[in-house]
């Protein structure tokens, strides 16, 4: 839809704002630009309607070259929202709200009742505010008029600059709320910035990550949790994003299980069984055949059974699983598993196959990494452990009984 390509703007005291932009806005989708100050979130915006031109490079709308569109016609077939709303004080809201209407020349009831139908759908009851000043509203209604005004037109492109920033988290909220209903409905190719990663996280299909002047990363909101391209982008999502994404439901077995575990062959007899989880500290084995297919597991207790007789296989007195997960499976499923038949653990399998164990301890350390241990007290190590703990209770002997992983 918006095609930005190897865009460079230096501003006329020789700042290079935009080094080498290529971007790619999709139609239809609510794109956040996000970056700290500075970094030419609201430069490369008012590059989509001409407030800035580039100093090189060309950017397309529905791949026509936007360099011959004249800007004034241009402009108002984009809505946009300044930073800071930018309402006109001296006109009253239904006014500020008809501006391009009035440019595009629209007849002055269809203006009128698409006022009230704008003003009705951010919850402004239009006979108490079409007649009000922007002085009279708060700033959270403002923000609002702001929005409508963009949309007021029907563009099919709306640029928002910072519309929420200067709001308390509670309207906020609400107002993210409402772009995410409106977009549901109208779908509209929205540029938004903010400076906000919780902001960018709950409304963005695409997030665009800058920094000085480049495009870091782009990618949806779980694209870049799960993925964040550099150190820049980890630091910049924060370590409560880490949380959420680690809690994530989506988050699969792979992500968690020890990839070594303790293993032995069904040829093996009982004292090199009792020797081998002696010297990997478990106390169970999973047995496997040569090409690591899984065919069950041998506790202590078990191999105490058959000590007594001195030919004895493992093969004669493993257990088959029950229970196991095939690879791609969720961590939640292989919780649940495992919380629900009181099991230490959980096999994972592809094609029948061993790859790994799921154990509870697994999961810990798995939490543990992701939360990078450098900068994380004990503290709130324990109260992550904790907070695992709840979903999947763990009998207090776990530890214990963590046969097969490696401790
Ligand atoms: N007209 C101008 N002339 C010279 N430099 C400018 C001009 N406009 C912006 N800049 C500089 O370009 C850089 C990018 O500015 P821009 O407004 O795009 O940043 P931003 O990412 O939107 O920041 P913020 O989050 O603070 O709004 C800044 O260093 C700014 O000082
Ligand atoms: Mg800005």
Redesign the pocket.
């Known amino acids: 839809m918006i095609r930005f390509e190897n865009v460079k ?1 230096t ?3 020789g ?1 290079e ?2 080094k080498m932009i290529n971007l790619e806005i999709k139609e239809g989708e609510l794109t956040v ?1 996000i ?12 590059h989509i309607n001409r407030l ?1 031109n580039p100093t090189s490079g060309k950017i397309y709308i529905r791949d026509k070259d936007i360099s011959s569109i004249d800007p004034v016609e241009l402009r108002r077939s984009i809505g946009y929202v300044i ?1 800071n709303v930018g309402l006109f004080p001296h006109m009253n809201i239904a006014k500020n709200v008809a501006v391009v209407p009035k440019l595009l020349k629209w007849d002055k009831e269809v203006t009128t009742s698409k006022v009230d139908e704008l003003l009705s759908m951010v919850n402004l009851d239009p006979d108490v505010y079409r007649n009000r000043y922007p002085s009279e509203l708060s700033g959270g209604q403002q923000q609002r008029i702001g929005v409508i005004r963009a949309l007021a037109a029907d563009p099919d492109v709306i640029l928002l ?2 519309p929420f920033s200067a709001l308390d988290p509670i309207s906020r909220e609400q107002l993210q709320d409402e772009l995410i209903r409106l977009q549901q409905e109208l779908k509209k190719t929205i540029v938004f ?1 903010t ?1 906000d990663m919780d902001e960018a996280i709950k409304i963005a299909d695409t997030i665009v990550l ?1 920094k000085a ?1 480049e495009v870091v990363q782009t990618g949806s909101p779980e694209h870049i949790l799960r993925h964040p391209a550099n150190e820049f982008v980890t630091s910049f999502i924060g370590k409560k994003h880490l949380t959420n994404d680690t809690l994530d439901p989506g988050m699969i077995v792979d992500d968690v299980m020890s990839v070594n575990p303790v293993t032995a062959s069904p040829e093996r007899g009982m004292a090199a069984a009792i020797q081998f989880m002696e010297r990997h500290r478990v106390d169970s084995l999973i047995i496997v055949g040569k090409k690591r297919e899984l065919l069950g597991y041998v506790s202590i207790f078990n191999v105490l059974q058959g000590y007594r007789h001195e030919d004895s296989r493992l093969a004669d007195i493993m257990k088959p699983f029950v229970h196991v997960v095939e690879s791609g499976s969720s961590v939640a499923l292989a919780l649940t598993l495992m919380n629900e038949h009181g099991l230490p653990y959980v096999p994972v399998v592809r094609d029948g196959q061993l790859v790994g164990l799921v154990t509870r301890g697994s999961v810990v350390r798995h939490m543990a990494e992701m939360y990078n241990p450098d900068d994380m007290s004990l503290e709130e190590l324990t109260a992550e452990a904790e907070k695992l703990k709840e979903e999947a209770p763990l009998e207090p002997a776990e530890a214990d009984q963590e046969g097969g992983g490696r401790t």
């Open positions: 703007k501003y006329d005291d700042f704002a935009l630009l970056g700290p100050s500075g970094c030419g979130k609201s430069t490369l915006m008012k800035n930073q600059d910072e910035v400076h800058m002047g």
